[in-house]
């Protein structure tokens, strides 16, 4: 997710694609819930599958941070929608990526375990090292993502009749829950994957409403999507069952910000029986592409975007407080060639800002160094839970520890079912971020 923003990166790419911006949102409502305990809070990050490449991200950095310490799920990004609606994988560069999924063997030294990959077994790669995570963290719970700003192109096909919901459901069971992979040398097979994934996450961008350039949408994929969510509990819960030692699997999806997108492909309250919960679109809210600076992930917003009317507008709609899970962004979006003077905030920009692996998109551990780097200015709106840094010409959005210490606070007073993350690598070596989360999260 996307989260969002991204577009998918082939194996060999390291690049991310921008969302462009969304539309404005309706009025917001009220509500509050019953605060959860704070062990019941969940903290949900995504891990995506081609940080292994140009970041070096691998799935041990989540022990040795500390950060899985800290998580109650992990959702993979992502899996794709093949054109007849199925859940696939494979190595089709920008479609599919079996070597970094469950091909790629680790030596010991990238193994969460300590031991080398060997050539004869079934599971290596990131689905193999989420096991052994899971193996060391008990409690820690991985989902499969589906779709994403840019595989979302064929969701509407694939929940369009009962018969096509049916087959992708399960398929997608076959292939992440079942563990049935395709095999792949020595790699894959008959449960090659099993225990590996807890749940899914549906994260189709968007019913209803346009998404990316190539996405399908239509006005029926708000009851379709409803459709499908349903079909997927009857058989995550039928499959549950059928288990010697009976489990139930986690089902979520990631929800957008915008009233319009809300209206037009979600029936909230008949959604929210079937989900275990949602994550919040809690960024983006502006975007590098656009020709003025604003804040992409406020918490509280005058006639605009803020997490706090996201919240409110689900809730209206009869979303449980203790189902909506707030996003939260590791990365910032930037401008360069802001005029205007001032804090740089709200004013012109030429193009968006250079940075490491797309222009306008920054991980926060490298806005950290430019926080300190004595050339930025870094300014706060305490009020309204946001922060940048300009220094004269280029501004970055983004939030630091301080930002997301007055979240988690506002996660607890509102009785919110927890804080999600996009994504885990942006994050410092030793968990800054998540700490705070975490440390905010329990009240300390």
């Known amino acids: 997710m996307r989260r969002r923003t991204l577009a998918r990166l082939t194996i060999a790419a390291a690049s991310l694609a921008l969302l462009a911006p969304l539309a404005p949102a309706a009025a917001a409502g009220t509500g509050h819930g019953r605060p959860p305990a704070p062990h019941a809070h969940k903290r949900v990050g995504y891990f995506t599958q081609w940080g292994v490449y140009g970041r070096n991200f691998q799935v041990k950095d989540l022990d040795t941070s500390g950060t899985a310490a800290k998580l109650t799920h992990i959702n993979y990004a992502f899996g794709n929608v093949s054109a ?25 030294a990238a193994s969460v375990d300590g031991v080398a990959d060997t050539a004869e077994q ?6 193999n090292q989420l096991r052994e995570l899971k193996a060391k963290h008990p409690g820690l719970k ?8 840019s595989w979302s192109t064929h969701f509407s096909d694939a929940a369009r009749t009962p018969a096509s919901r049916k087959a992708f459901v399960a398929s997608c069971l076959d292939l992440y829950i079942k563990g049935d992979l395709p095999v792949d040398g020595a790699r894959g097979g008959a449960g090659a994957a099993a225990g590996v994934f807890d749940g899914i996450d549906l994260d189709w961008e968007w019913p209803g409403s346009e998404g990316d350039t190539d996405t399908v949408y239509r006005p029926e994929d708000k009851r379709n999507f409803t459709a499908l969510v349903r079909e997927f509990r009857t058989q995550l819960d039928a499959y549950g069952r059928s288990l010697k030692k009976r489990k139930h699997y986690e089902l979520t999806a990631f929800v957008p910000a915008a009233a319009a997108k809300i209206d037009a492909g979600f029936e909230v309250p008949r959604i929210m029986r079937d989900l275990d919960f949602v994550t919040l679109q809690g960024y983006d809210f502006h975007v590098s592409g656009e020709k003025t600076t604003a804040q992409q992930s406020a918490l509280h917003a005058r006639d605009d975007y803020s997490v706090d009317r996201t919240v409110r507008d689900w809730l209206r709609r009869g979303a449980p407080a203790r189902k909506l899970v707030m996003g939260i962004p590791f990365y910032g979006q930037g401008w360069t ?15 968006p800002a250079p940075a490491t692996w797309a222009a306008g998109y920054e991980d926060y551990k490298a806005l950290k160094k430019l926080a300190g780097s004595g050339t930025y200015t870094l300014h ?15 501004l970055w959005t983004y939030d630091d520890p301080q930002v997301l210490r007055t979240k988690s606070a506002y996660v607890r007073d509102r009785g919110l079912g927890g804080a999600m993350f996009w994504s885990l690598d942006g994050d410092t070596p030793d968990g800054e971020l998540i700490t705070a989360v975490d440390r905010g999260l329990r009240g300390r």
């Open 337 to 351: 060639g802001v005029t205007g003077g001032g804090d740089g905030l709200g004013q012109p920009a030429s193009a």
């Open 380 to 394: 706060r709106d305490r009020r309204n839970g946001h922060a940048w840094l300009f220094d004269g010409t280029t």
């Open 122 to 127: 079934p599971l290596a790669g990131n689905f």
């Open 84 to 108: 007849d609606g199925k859940c696939f994988t494979g190595n089709v560069p920008g479609e599919a990526d079996a070597w970094a999924d469950y091909a790629r063997p680790l030596d010991a």
């Open 142 to 149: 991985v989902l499969i993502s589906l779709g994403g700003w």
